[in-house]
Each structure stands twice: as structure tokens, then as C-alpha cells.
């Protein structure tokens, strides 16, 4: 599986942005989905995660109400909407994927993700 992570960018805060991660390789509507990011000099974070069967989402606290997470089986995509973004929301995104099934509370852990995306830049200025 190949994940392309497109639609980050420069946005002031209280804007936002829609990420897309496109999956190619294999269908993957059978695959767990995530959003990680990472911010200079800090660790990579959990941001948000839908399950295996598409029915359950997860979110980082930092993010929860401002952001969604959604699959289009149909072609082979994950996003994340990003709203009322903040400055603190800077950072490299990187969508993950993978097939295994996965303890709701276990989706915020990276190593349950076998293949990543290349990062996508998102940049809030204040």
C-alpha cells in the first residue's frame, strides 16, 4: 500500500484545511486510517483514527471538535478536516494505514500503523 498525503498549506488561525490521503496498491475500505503529526523538535502525536470497519473514530483531545476524520471506500481516501485551526496546529501531518484489527483504545498508537505517508506541511500563522 502507498499513501499520498496532499492539501496542507499556509492558513491564518480560525481558518481551514480539508487533508487528503490518497491509497494505492490495494482497496483498503478493510484498513484502519489515521492522522499523525509531528512539530519541530517535538514527538510524533496521535491526532485522530477511524476504525477498521469505518463505524468508530478516535480523536486527540487537542483536536476534538475541531477536526474530522472520514474513508471514501469509493476512491480510496481518508481525510481530515481541519476548522478554527490554531497556531499550536502547525506541524508535518502523516496519514497511516493498516489491515490489522485493532483495540479502540490501541488506535492512537503508531506502531499499529504499517505504512505511512510522506507528511503533508500545514502551517498556522497567528
Known amino acids: 500500500v502507498q499513501l499520498q498525503a496532499s492539501g496542507g498549506g499556509l492558513v491564518q488561525a480560525g481558518g481551514s484545511l480539508r487533508l487528503s490521503c490518497a491509497a494505492s496498491?490495494?482497496?483498503?475500505?478493510?484498513?484502519?486510517m489515521a492522522w499523525f503529526r509531528q512539530a519541530p523538535g517535538k514527538e510524533r502525536e496521535f491526532v485522530a483514527a477511524?476504525?477498521?470497519?469505518?463505524?468508530?473514530?478516535a480523536y486527540a483531545d487537542s483536536v476534538k471538535g475541531r477536526f474530522i476524520i472520514s474513508k471514501n471506500n469509493a476512491n480510496n481516501t481518508v481525510y481530515l478536516q481541519m476548522n478554527s485551526l490554531k497556531p499550536e496546529d502547525t506541524a508535518v501531518y502523516y496519514c497511516?494505514?493498516?489491515?490489522?484489527?485493532?483495540?479502540?483504545?490501541?488506535?492512537?498508537?503508531?506502531?499499529?500503523?504499517?505504512?505511512w505517508g510522506q507528511g503533508t506541511q500545514v502551517t498556522v500563522s497567528s
Open positions: 497511516a494505514a493498516d489491515p490489522r484489527q485493532t483495540a479502540y483504545s490501541r488506535l492512537v498508537v503508531p506502531i499499529e500503523y504499517n505504512y
Open positions: 496498491g490495494r482497496t483498503f475500505n478493510r484498513y484502519k
Open positions: 477511524i476504525a477498521l470497519s469505518g463505524g468508530e473514530t
